[in-house]
């Protein structure tokens, strides 16, 4: 297929970046410019001679804007195979003129949802005759050239430039393939909004919503950010994808500030870092550290390098080549403290210029840095892909507050202990089941992970609390008088048995097994004081 000449363009775009330049570089090539409503009117202010929609047509825009482009001189000059004799008589006896290039940008429909407007609004903000336009120039690619994107502007003049006024095939075909993500997102965003954003204004889709909490097709959209050099291992590849929504804010949204590109498992281990730092958001000072998506060291201060130290002596084993997650801006004597040894990504709202230059000397060292924490508590879902499918579940947006628990033992827990089973609590949820954790005066004594049993669970966290307390020095582990978190029930009294070993003298976790009386039982005769919660946390 040979260049195709732009003598037409249909220009009609929500977002107006680069339009008046848009519109008169074309002029000057001689292009007859076709528009509608607002982005005619931006063109005439920039001097521009424009033909409007209705002209071409022969029919008013009416109904407030809803229909003016969905007309057969529109669609017929966008539609029309050129060199097909049939399609030719009938553009000749209809008066129907091609259109070689269209410039479409859709109706805000995701940035209207994201700042909260109306539900009237938002309908009005779903676009009809763009998406319309965009496929039906999208299709014919052979002879139409579409433009989606303002970012695309200064592409397509090099394409006029290079070919006498024209565009390539290739140009063609990619512009193409770009507008049709384009639309498909679209109608994700606005299916989506139906299937979840709408159900909760709108009272039909409450009810439906109660009834079956999941989409019968679940559309998605995303976006690639970037192409990693890996995935998990070399012989993977990998990228990450956004979503299309403005507003979107995470892992993936934050500013790097310096250091090597985030690798696939950068981007995980971080993610479960900032998810369990976010959960400390408004609190005292806390520092996460964070091994293979697991958590290694957790503690709360009155300063973030005085909670650094606590979080570090929990397991300085597995923090080598960890990544570390703060509630609060980075100080510098937090930084230096976290350059002594290697780390792999640092994740805060913010970082004072002490920060920036401690960090400075280690190149490679990511700091990223967001602004703000995510609500832990928000609403959304999570996706993991199987053999054949995917499944789909809500995020654990679960809570519990001291009026929730539940004490079982005959002696219940003093203040502080309370206070170590709700802080051990918080980061056994983000700990991979079976999750056991150890915590004493707001940080983590020991923590087991990902085991097939809980007792082993108890016992690993047990072990990796003696060996801090002969790294450091000290007369015993910190796990003894500390509380111990489960994140599920312990079906047999012996993996409470094993906590108990280990010193623990209170238990915080969801209850419910059918041996929970042998367990309570045992509790008791330990000594110690016990809490159900009455909600499990599976971290799978």
């Not at 045992?522 to 499990?536: E, I, K, N, S, Y």
Request: proline letters at 4%.
């Amino acid at each position: 297929m040979s260049d195709v000449t732009i003598r037409r363009a249909l220009l009609s775009v929500s977002d107006k970046t680069g339009l008046a330049d848009l519109g008169g570089k074309l002029a000057k090539a001689g292009v007859e410019l076709v528009s509608t409503g607002g982005t005619a009117r931006a063109l005439r202010e920039a001097g521009l001679d424009v033909l409007d929609v209705s002209e071409l047509t022969g029919f008013p825009e009416m109904m407030d804007g809803r229909v003016k482009t969905l007309h057969p001189r529109v669609h017929g000059g966008l539609l029309a195979v050129r060199d097909d004799p049939e399609h030719a008589a009938a553009m000749e006896a209809h008066e129907i003129g091609a259109i070689d290039l269209v410039v479409v940008n859709l109706y805000p429909f995701e940035d209207t949802v994201m700042r909260g407007a109306e539900r009237e609004e938002i309908i009005e903000n779903i676009d009809i005759g763009g998406p319309s336009m965009v496929r039906s120039a999208a299709k014919n690619h052979r002879y139409v050239t579409i433009v989606t994107d303002p970012a695309d502007y200064d592409e397509l003049y090099e394409e006029l430039a290079a070919h006498n006024g024209g565009t390539t095939e290739a140009f063609r075909i990619r512009m193409a393939a770009k507008a049709f993500a384009r639309t498909a997102a679209y109608d994700s965003a606005i299916a989506n909004w139906f299937a979840f954003g709408d159900a909760f204004s709108n009272p039909i889709g409450a009810e439906a919503l109660k009834a079956t909490p999941f989409a019968e097709t679940l559309p998605l959209a995303f976006r690639r950010s970037d192409v990693l050099r890996y995935g998990e291992n070399p012989h993977q590849n990998a990228a990450i994808y956004v979503p299309q929504a403005v507003g979107t804010s995470g892992i993936a949204q934050a500013e790097q500030v310096q250091g090597k590109a985030l690798s696939y498992n950068n981007y995980n281990d971080a993610d479960a870092a900032l998810e369990l730092a976010a959960e400390f958001r408004g609190g005292d000072p806390a520092v996460v550290i964070v091994k293979h998506a697991n958590p290694c060291g957790v503690a709360q201060a009155a300063t973030l390098r005085e909670a650094w130290d606590a979080a570090l002596q929990c397991d300085s084993v597995s923090a080598f080549g960890g990544i570390v997650a703060l509630n609060r801006p980075l100080d510098g004597p937090t930084a230096e403290a976290i350059c002594e040894i290697f780390t792999e990504v640092v994740i805060a709202p913010g970082a004072d210029e002490a920060a920036r230059q401690a960090f400075a000397a280690k190149k490679n060292l990511r700091l990223l840095l967001l602004g703000d924490l995510p609500d832990p508590r928000r609403a959304g879902f999570t996706m993991k892909t199987i053999a054949g499918g995917m499944l789909l579940q809500s995020r654990d947006a679960g809570a519990i507050e001291p009026a929730d628990l539940k004490v079982v033992t005959k002696r219940k827990p003093t203040e502080q202990e309370l206070k170590d089973c709700l802080f051990a609590w918080t980061v056994a949820r983000h700990v991979k089941s079976n999750a056991i954790v150890y915590a004493k005066d707001g940080a983590t004594a020991g923590i087991g992970a990902g085991q097939m049993n809980r007792r082993d669970s108890a016992r690993i966290a047990a072990i990796k609390a003696r060996e801090a307390a002969e790294t450091y020095g000290w007369a015993q582990p910190l796990t003894v008088g500390s509380a111990v978190a489960s994140d599920a029930f312990f079906p047999f009294a012996d993996g409470l048995l094993a906590a108990a070993e280990a010193g623990a003298t209170a238990v915080i976790q969801p209850g419910g097994s059918m041996r929970d009386e042998e367990v309570i039982a045992a509790a008791d005769a330990a000594g110690l004081a016990m809490v159900f919660t009455g909600m499990r946390h599976f971290r799978h």
